[in-house]
């Protein structure tokens, strides 16, 4: 394997120090990022949305809340019907921690799917997940808010009864959230994935190709 040169303890913390340079360039370039993003311009929905709760109750577009001011929802990617797991998806799921810092900031996380809990209920028991998740199935949610076939991250703020949605992400904009994928970047091999720029000779397959379910390893 073609690695990179090996060099002395000082060559290497000079090499580090030059690289932190542009990691901390990257970092404000981020901040200005979020910054812009909590100025964006929100979108108030309509409160006649239903969706069904993990225990079969059917609650409204407010009560996703659970009484906090801001929602998280992962939209996870099983339609009606569908059996088989989307391991991208699931992978994601795997890297939900739990949400204690995140409600101490109003905030709460929840996956949601356009299928009915008789699908999701074999997924949540056989991966062994706890993250809150909603069904979509019979509404329009799905459809109004443009989410197409894929994966994709919504962000939603409430005022009282009051629902806006403020942001939406999907593709890169969702794995760079991953703690996995964040940790992977950091090794010399990362990802190892054919789109990443890596030394000639680095182990690489097929971008996702390697993701498994947990228990399927």
């Known amino acids: 394997m073609n690695r990179p040169e090996v060099v002395s303890a000082q060559e290497w913390a000079h090499a580090r120090d030059a690289l932190l340079v542009k990691e901390k360039e990257y970092t404000r370039a981020l901040d200005a990022l979020a910054a812009e993003r909590r100025r964006l311009p929100m979108v108030r929905l ?45 992978s994601f799921t795997d890297n939900i921690a739990d949400q204690s810092h995140l409600n101490a900031r109003d905030t709460r996380l929840i996956l949601m799917s356009r299928a009915s809990q008789d699908d999701i209920d074999p997924v949540r028991t056989r991966m062994e997940w706890s993250v809150p998740w909603y069904s979509s199935y019979g509404s329009a949610f799905h459809d109004d808010l443009g989410l197409g076939d894929g994966f994709g991250l919504s962000v939603f703020l409430r005022y009282g009864t009051d629902v806006f949605r403020t942001y939406y992400t999907s593709g890169r904009g969702v794995d760079r959230l991953r703690l996995d994928f964040n940790l992977l970047d950091l090794t010399p091999l990362g990802r190892q994935e054919v789109w990443e720029d890596s030394p000639a000779g680095w182990p690489q397959d097929e971008t996702m190709s390697w993701i498994r379910l947990h228990d399927e390893y």
């Open 46 to 90: 309509s409160p006649d949305y239903e969706f069904t709760a993990p225990d079969r109750t059917v609650v409204g577009l407010p009560d996703l809340f659970a009484g906090y001011r801001q929602l998280v929802v992962y939209h996870f990617m099983l339609a009606p019907g569908q059996t088989s797991i989307c391991g991208g998806c699931a």
